[in-house]
């Protein structure tokens, strides 16, 4: 068997073409622009070209971006007094703050800080409690793109014997009870799990997320199962060179392609997402403080 490649860029662009057309629609009909902000603290090279990315997106589909472009020795306060600004200026609708921070800074903090309203990556509290009672609200985008990508390839979830390898608070959690709400039937997997290869067995759906560079191995996924990885490792590759690296998942791919029903790429399948999904919460954000009925994205 050699599984069939779930195209992460080809979904991320037809939901970008949506929220075009979303936009669009919103303009016409209520004059309404969704505005994104985007504040980054410091010059983490990789969070320099995330964010440069976001600004080009968000705008491409129509939207008003806003950045913000902070030291990286900014008082934690100072970037508090920012996101209240933001959180009061009628034409931000979603406010992402980059992470990771400088080590001087709460997280937590900051998060807590953000309007829920406008909480673009789905990280505050009141937004997760929401993912909880199964109620809508602002969904972390990494998670979000997971389960677009899954019904890509699955189809209707209801039913799919899932596991999620990882439990952080940033995929794993909240990606387990996306699924739950899709009627999955979820188990979580972990570093204290035990006879782990044994548990990815039992999946038809196999989310890998535990940030270990090619943990999953092909005899731990069930024959024909789908597996959405998650993770973004770099790893030495001297084959292309001294000092060269290259990117993997948490799942070997080359093990798990003559396995799978289906699996996602690294690079090129949850990454893409991430962004396009980012995009849809801010329109959703847009609608939802002003009363309007969201799109379906």
């Excluded at 306060?77 to 959180?87: F, G, K, P, T, Y």
């Excluded at 490792?233 to 799978?260: C, Y």
Aim: charged letters at 20%.
């Amino acid at each position: 068997m050699t599984a069939k490649l779930i195209d992460g860029k080809a979904r991320a662009a037809r939901l970008r073409g949506d929220v075009r057309e979303a936009v669009s629609a919103l303009k016409a009909a209520h004059g309404l622009m969704p505005g994104l902000a985007v504040v980054l603290v410091g010059e983490d090279p990789a969070s320099q070209v995330y964010v440069a990315n976001k600004v080009r997106q968000t705008e491409e589909c129509g939207m008003r971006s806003i950045e913000h472009r902070l030291d990286a020795a900014t008082p934690e306060d100072e970037l508090l007094a920012l996101v209240a600004r933001l959180n009061a200026d009628p034409d931000v609708d979603g406010i992402l703050v980059q992470m990771p921070l400088p080590a001087h800074i709460d997280t937590d903090r900051i998060v807590l800080a953000i309007d829920p309203a406008k909480d673009v990556d789905g990280l505050h509290p009141t937004n997760a409690g929401r993912i909880v009672l199964g109620r809508p609200g602002l969904v972390p985008c990494t998670p979000k793109g997971c389960v677009l990508l899954a019904r890509e390839a699955m189809g209707d979830l209801s039913g799919v014997n899932a596991v999620v390898l990882g439990r952080s608070i940033l995929v794993g959690k909240p990606v387990a009870l996306l699924l739950q709400n899709e009627n999955c039937t979820v188990t979580m997997a972990h570093s204290r799990s035990r006879d782990v290869a044994a548990l990815c067995r039992q999946a038809d759906l196999l989310v890998a997320a535990v940030g270990r560079p090619e943990m999953v191995r092909g005899d731990w996924i069930r024959p024909g199962a789908t597996v959405i990885d998650v993770g973004i490792n770099r790893i030495a590759a001297p084959e292309r060179g001294e000092g060269k690296t290259r990117l993997v998942g948490d799942v070997a791919f080359g093990e798990a392609l003559q396995v799978a029903g289906a699996i996602t790429p690294v690079p090129g399948g949850v990454g893409p997402m991430t962004i396009a999904c980012l995009l849809a919460n801010t329109v959703q954000a847009a609608c939802g403080r002003r009363g309007i009925a969201a799109p379906t994205l």
